[in-house]
């Protein structure tokens, strides 16, 4: 298996501007986690689905982000409109269901200038 | 509130000496326990975890980890560092709330390695 998959590993983009974040879990994998990371907040959960469905994203900042699972290997997340906080790595992960280890991916690094 | 921490930002060690990092866990229940390794650049791979049974855990790369419930820690040790050691180490729970679960993350240790 070719592991987590995200796209694209970097994105520069203007404030204002709608960014969206992919990610193709591992197959066979129930459960999906989007973190953030900084290095003044370090990793945070934003939001994490189980079965394609959503559920904890009390880690969600703000409305501007948003996150979607349309099927069992797709995934996305939005920010509309960005700004230069939401500067940061963001990474996808999945694991077989919630209590195992999670798998992640090699990020995407977003810079919003 | 349920947490996890790691005491030391960064630490130094000489290539072949002995590793010790910290990692104390505030949760009233039997945590679930993780160590995992993010080299620069690159995603974070899982190293060892505990769920239950034997307190002390083998993981790869030659590190293992100790649960010790009466001192809320699981420290991740290894008897003898390689260069190739040099990453961020973080320690994480998977923490369960009215029926959700979620794997929190500890503030992560710099590890460098001096030749």
């Known amino acids: 298996d070719a592991g987590v998959i995200q796209s694209p590993r970097h994105e520069v983009t203007e404030m204002g501007q709608e960014v969206t974040l992919r990610c193709k879990p591992i197959s066979g994998h129930n459960s999906l986690f989007w973190y953030r990371q900084t290095m003044m907040r370090g990793l945070e959960l934003l939001i994490y689905f189980n079965n394609n469905v959503p559920i904890d994203d009390s880690g969600m900042p703000e409305d501007r982000f948003s996150a979607k699972m349309p099927n069992a290997s797709f995934s996305t997340l939005k920010i509309q409109p960005s700004e230069p906080r939401d500067s940061a790595v963001y990474f996808c992960?999945?694991?077989?269901?919630?209590?195992?280890?999670?798998?992640f991916g090699q990020g995407t690094r977003l810079t919003v200038v | 509130a349920q947490s996890v921490t790691q005491p030391d930002i960064h630490i130094t060690v000489s290539e072949g000496a002995s590793l010790e990092l910290r990692c104390n866990y505030s949760y009233g229940a039997t945590p679930y326990l993780f160590w995992y390794v993010q080299s620069p650049g690159q995603g974070l791979q899982l190293l060892l975890k505990?769920?239950?049974?034997?307190?002390l855990v083998q993981g790869i790369k030659g590190f293992e980890a100790e649960f010790k419930r009466s001192q809320s820690s699981f420290n991740l040790r290894k008897p003898s560092v390689h260069w190739s050691d040099a990453a961020e180490y973080f320690c994480?729970?998977?923490?369960?709330?009215?029926?959700?679960?979620?794997?929190?993350f500890g503030q992560g240790t710099r590890l460098t390695i001096n030749p």
């Open positions: 992960a999945s694991s077989l269901d919630l209590n195992t280890e999670a798998f």
């Open positions: 505990y769920f239950s049974g034997d307190t």
């Open positions: 994480a729970v998977l923490l369960t709330t009215q029926g959700a679960q979620k794997l929190v």
